[in-house]
């Protein structure tokens, strides 16, 4: 594989998706290398079957946390996607931008404007398809599509939403709008009454490209280094030790595994690598 790519991807998640269908719109050839396996499956596609996706092992990680000392000691499930799309494969397809004032705080301790609400903004805008149409907060005609907020909800919503304005909670119409207070109803990533992953949405047209490759079920077990300077990822697939090289490698692994990545490879806190 040496010299074939210009970037290896590790994880085929939200992140990784976006990743390969940027990079090889800009011309980029990518390798992408997924742990998980296909995103082709009835529970995946169906939206309500992620309540089954929640505690299966063949697309969920189904991580533990250490004991926790505010749980009276419980160990916390933390699941994560173990499959093309990553989470977006498995969770509930809420569509939640975050909290407009986190990315000023993001802004504030970068020092980069490029990473405050305006600049947030501008990125979901142009990534959404919502199909409520553009305003100032909603984008449309970008590769993600977001289901209508007046599609017909469960018949107990509405009584539900009246009794919580009742209570003094006014009705919110878009949670990605104005203001997050509220209650109403969620955007959720649903396309033709299928779930509209990042695998759905990002990474599958950037497969069509011919300039992304995907190996499923192929796990990273480090990164290669030639001195201080990444040269390429070694990685398990069916059964067999393979190596793969590019100038660039991007490990999108996610909140857990792209530390554990790091780790195995010998990067990362001093005292935890000589404890191994």
Excluded at 38 to 62: E, I, T
Aim: proline share 5%; with cysteine; net charge positive.
């Amino acid at each position: 594989m040496d010299g074939q790519f210009d970037y290896v991807i590790v994880g085929a998640g939200s992140a990784g998706s976006v990743l390969a269908a940027r990079l090889s719109a800009a011309g980029q050839r990518v390798l992408v290398l997924e742990a998980g396996g296909s995103d082709r499956r009835f529970y995946v596609q169906m939206p309500l079957g992620y309540g089954k996706l929640f505690y299966d092992p063949s697309v969920n990680w189904a991580y533990r946390t250490e004991p926790d000392p505010g749980l009276n000691g419980q160990r916390d499930y933390w699941p994560r996607g173990k499959v093309l799309g990553g989470s977006s494969s498995i969770n509930a397809m809420v569509w939640i931008r975050g909290h407009e004032s986190d990315y000023d705080d993001w802004q504030a301790a970068s020092g980069a404007s490029h990473w405050g609400r305006d600049a947030a903004r501008a990125a979901y805008r142009a990534i959404e398809d919502n199909a409520d149409g553009a305003d100032t907060w909603r984008g449309q005609g970008g590769p993600l599509h977001i289901r209508s907020g007046r599609d017909p909800a469960h018949p107990l919503v509405e009584p539900f939403l009246a009794a919580c304005a009742a209570a003094g909670l006014p009705r919110n119409p878009d949670f990605n709008g104005a203001r997050q207070e509220g209650a109403g109803l969620y955007q959720l990533t649903i396309k033709g009454g299928r779930r509209n992953s990042a695998a759905r949405a990002f990474l599958r047209p950037a497969l069509k490209s011919g300039r992304v490759a995907l190996r499923t079920r192929a796990q990273v077990t480090r990164v290669l280094l030639e001195g201080r300077r990444t040269v390429g990822v070694e990685y398990r697939w069916k059964g067999a030790q393979h190596q793969a090289r590019a100038p660039e490698v991007v490990l999108a692994g996610g909140a857990i595994n792209t530390p554990q990545i790091l780790m195995l490879s010998g990067i990362g806190p001093a005292a935890e690598l000589a404890a191994q």
